[in-house]
């Protein structure tokens, strides 16, 4: 078992659609959650951060930690065809990477 | 304000040769971590250093080495290259007081054929 899993799609929505990408883990331990954002050849940008569980938002991205389900999710409200993108959450210290989902708005 | 630089853009070696790829961090990030991205996957962390240290490893054999310079800038050294050492190297620079928050450069794709 992957430490991180994350179902790498496909996923296709239509613009304005309400987006959920999610990842689980196995690792307890694990305190700091991260979301990247990863165009095609470029290097992965941070989206969100948070820390232990509980909801973060900012724009209209939110995430989500479910510490005892062991699991983490990133919702996009309103998204837009510029959201098309790789989707890459991350976790503790050494940045334990899950394998991305590729998303793509349809306009 | 530069955010992270990578030199070089692309980069093809041969089986067996050796490689230096260059990472210059973030201004005012003084820690600065390398992360090995096959095609299709998440990046796997290589290692990270701060204050010219290797701080914390991840699983990658002794061909990989790295330095950090008192600027902060850093290289990644991978000697005997391999087929699969053919992926994309990212650096990301964050600061030693919050190192989950990392900034990611663009990365150099190495080929090795």
């Known amino acids: 078992q992957k430490e991180v899993e994350q179902d790498p799609g496909p996923l296709s929505v239509p613009e304005g659609a309400i987006v959920s990408l999610n990842c689980t883990y196995s690792n307890s331990a694990f305190q700091y959650f991260m979301w990247y954002r990863q165009y095609s050849r470029k290097g992965p940008e941070l989206l969100m951060y948070?820390?232990?569980?509980g909801n973060k938002e900012d724009g209209r991205f939110t995430a989500q930690v479910d510490k005892s389900s062991k699991y983490i999710s990133l919702f996009i409200r309103d998204s837009q065809p510029s959201d098309s993108a790789t989707y890459l959450c991350?976790?503790?210290?050494?940045?334990?990477f899950g394998a991305g989902t590729r998303l793509t708005v349809k306009p | 304000d530069a955010g992270v630089t990578q030199s070089p853009t692309h980069l093809i070696k041969t089986r067996g040769q050796q490689v230096t790829l260059r990472c210059s961090p973030k201004s005012g990030h003084d820690t600065v971590s390398w992360y090995q991205q096959a095609l299709g996957q998440g990046p796997q962390f290589i290692f990270q250093?701060?204050?010219?240290?290797?701080?914390q490893r991840g699983n990658f054999p002794d061909r990989f080495s790295g330095h950090q310079f008192p600027n902060y800038s850093s290289e990644l050294n991978v000697n005997a290259l391999l087929l699969g050492d053919s992926a994309l190297y990212l650096c990301a620079s964050s600061f030693s007081s919050g190192p989950y928050e990392q900034y990611f450069g663009p990365g150099t794709r190495l080929t090795v054929t």
């Open positions: 991350a976790m503790n210290y050494d940045m334990r």
């Open positions: 948070t820390y232990s569980s």
């Open positions: 250093y701060y204050e010219e240290e290797e701080r």
